[in-house]
Every structure is written in structure tokens, then in C-alpha cells.
Nanobody
Framework: QVQLVESGGGLVQPGGSLRLSCAASGRTFNTTTMGWFRQAPGKEREFVAI????????YYADSVKGRFTISRDNAKNTVDLQMNSLKPEDTAVYYC???????????????????WGQGTQVTVSS
């Protein structure tokens, strides 16, 4: 079992930046694929970014490619999401997620992931 706790959400103006962090405990972190999903009001939870167990491979949703960067520190059991050039359509609750197995899809759905944090709100508005 893995426990995930997100932090770093908040209100930011369009064009601004935020950095989300996720602290993991429990299962060995470096054998867990990690990622971020988000869910806007009235919409389904959607994939944002994932990172392999080693950190060498990363994949992004087309909507965030070039603006968001996912990274992990296996020594600290953390995974971060740096979000730049934020847009109002990025407004959502962002969830940290983990998977017991290696990446099997570059654009996963939420049911492929095993562990979830409680979410952190990101609001992009002027």
C-alpha cells in the first residue's frame, strides 16, 4: 500500500506558474510508477503526466506538453509537477497517483492506477 499526500495547489493568474508536490509513504517508492491526473467540475478524471520508476521516461497529455514537467526524487519519495504558462482550462483538482506495475500506456486512464492522493485544487483565474 502507498499513501500519497499532495501539496502546492492554489490560485494563480493566467500565464503564471505553480509547482505541485506529492509525498509518498508505504510501499517502496522506486518500484512504483507515478503520475498526475486532474478532474475539472462536471468532467471525468483525465491523465496529465506520468513518470517511470527510474524517472528516465516521462509522458504528457497533449494539452500540457511543453508547459508541464513531471519529476521524481526516489531518495526523498517525492514526485513533483511543475506547471508553467497556466491557462484557465487547467483549473481542476489535481491528483497524485501510483501504479504497482511499469508503464503500460503512454496515455493511461485512471483505472490503470492503484493509489491516489486526496487531491489539491488549482485555480487559474484573473
Amino acid at each position: 500500500q502507498v499513501q500519497l499526500v499532495e501539496s502546492g495547489g492554489g490560485l494563480v493568474q493566467p500565464g503564471g506558474s505553480l509547482r505541485l508536490s506529492c509525498a509518498a509513504s508505504g510501499r517502496t517508492f522506486n518500484t512504483t510508477t507515478m503520475g498526475w491526473f486532474r478532474q475539472a467540475p462536471g468532467k471525468e478524471r483525465e491523465f496529465v503526466a506520468i513518470i517511470s520508476m527510474s524517472g528516465r521516461s516521462t509522458y504528457y497529455a497533449d494539452s500540457v506538453k511543453g508547459r508541464f514537467t513531471i519529476s521524481r526524487d526516489n531518495a526523498k519519495n517525492t514526485v513533483d509537477l511543475q506547471m508553467n504558462s497556466l491557462k484557465p482550462e487547467d483549473t481542476a483538482v489535481y491528483y497524485c497517483t501510483g501504479r504497482k506495475l511499469a508503464i503500460n500506456s503512454r496515455t493511461p486512464t485512471s483505472d490503470e492506477y492503484d493509489y491516489w492522493g486526496q487531491g489539491t485544487q488549482v485555480t487559474v483565474s484573473s
